[in-house]
């Protein structure tokens, strides 16, 4: 058999073994590629796990309601406040018994 002959003969394997050395070399890339980016999505998700943590731990960020009741309405100025709201009430409530007083009185002459 010549050479000739076994290449018309065999020609179809010859193809399918190109073929398959082609899409074998395809694979490997197409996972070579999804590799890299894996790895590189890993450090990405790291770095953000990272940063995370830190901003979890962070007191200025996330104070608790207290801290930033007081950061923001000092509690001295609150009790100052209730007690003028207290005072004034008290006020009120005497000018209303001295009017009714008044009332009473002026109701009693007539």
């Given amino acids: 058999m010549t050479t000739t002959q076994y290449i018309l003969e065999n020609w179809l394997t010859f193809a399918n073994t ?15 590629k999804l590799k890299m980016s894996i790895e590189s999505n890993e450090k990405e998700i ?36 209730l007690k003028n709201l207290e005072e004034m009430q008290s006020k009120i409530f005497n000018q209303q018994d001295l009017i009714y007083k008044i009332l009473v009185t002026q109701k009693k002459k007539l």
């Fill in 18 to 32: 190109i073929l398959l050395l082609g899409v074998a070399f395809n694979i490997g890339s197409v996972l070579s």
């Fill in 46 to 81: 790291l770095r953000t796990n990272l940063a995370l943590e830190r901003h979890k731990n962070n007191e200025v960020a996330h104070s608790t309601f207290e801290k930033t009741a007081d950061l923001f309405v000092p509690r001295k100025e609150i009790d100052a406040r």
